[in-house]
């Protein structure tokens, strides 16, 4: 499959945002999603962009997608303990099938 | 309780036995997943299946089996586990295929000796 890079930690402080970045390889992904994982948890969906779309917000979170560069991130504003997890980025291709990136664990320090 | 539940949650097996790891979801949605977690990979697709009877192959499907006869239950089988198929999976399941959310349980850790 096609290879969804993005680096593996970041660490912030309680109150700073965060921006959590990925690069797909596919050019024809209709979607592109921001998955969070828990600690023991499995993956929740945080938000999502259609392709034809340059900017989504959703109160603290805004994804911004550059399809030229392939790039996808993802900004939380007023990062906040609970927001500490793995973060995925995935990218729809037809097929039925999400390509999943290798997560960014988020460390939220006071 | 409705939703997506896995058992067992955890596993410790040895090296050549077969394991069943169940996914059972309660929305009736049709497309179901399996998914392995490892460090450094991200999220890697074993197999899906769009419905009853429905199955097809994904990215690393190498070494496991599922079956599909009820639209709520997609269990995945290890014929044969080595210790290479350690790892924590993910069931997941969606509405449809495209671009519906996958809704995931909660994973099965998988240890092979």
């Known amino acids: 499959g096609e290879d969804v890079e993005q680096s593996l930690f970041l660490s912030v402080r309680e109150g700073d945002s965060s921006v959590i970045n990925c690069t797909y390889t596919?050019?024809?992904?209709?979607?592109l999603y921001w998955y969070k994982q828990e600690p023991g948890a499995g993956l929740q969906l945080l938000t999502y962009?259609?392709?034809?779309?340059d900017m989504k917000q959703d109160q603290r979170l805004t994804v911004l997608l550059n399809k030229k560069d392939k790039h996808l991130s993802l900004r939380i504003a007023d990062t906040q303990t609970g927001d500490s997890a793995i973060y995925f980025c995935?990218?729809?291709?037809?097929?039925?099938?999400?390509?999943f990136g290798t997560g960014t664990q988020l460390k939220v320090e006071l | 309780d409705a939703g997506i539940t896995q058992s067992p949650r955890y596993k410790i097996t040895e090296t050549g036995r077969q394991v069943t790891l169940m996914c059972h979801q309660t929305?009736?949605?049709?497309?179901m997943f399996w998914y392995r977690q490892d460090l450094g990979h991200g999220l890697r697709l074993i197999y899906y299946?769009?419905?009853?009877?429905?199955?097809d192959k994904g990215e690393v499907p190498d070494g496991y089996v599922v079956s599909r006869s009820k639209t709520e239950n997609f269990p995945l089988t290890l014929e044969s586990a080595t210790r290479s198929q350690t790892s924590v999976y993910f069931c997941?399941?969606?509405?449809?295929?495209?671009?519906?959310?996958?809704?995931f349980g909660p994973g099965t850790r998988l240890t092979v000796t």
């Open positions: 997941a399941s969606s509405l449809a295929g495209d671009e519906y959310e996958q809704y």
């Open positions: 596919d050019s024809s992904s209709t979607y």
């Open positions: 962009i259609f392709s034809n779309m």
């Open positions: 995935a990218e729809f291709i037809r097929g039925n099938k999400l390509t």
């Open positions: 929305w009736s949605h049709s497309y």
């Open positions: 299946s769009a419905a009853a009877d429905i199955t």
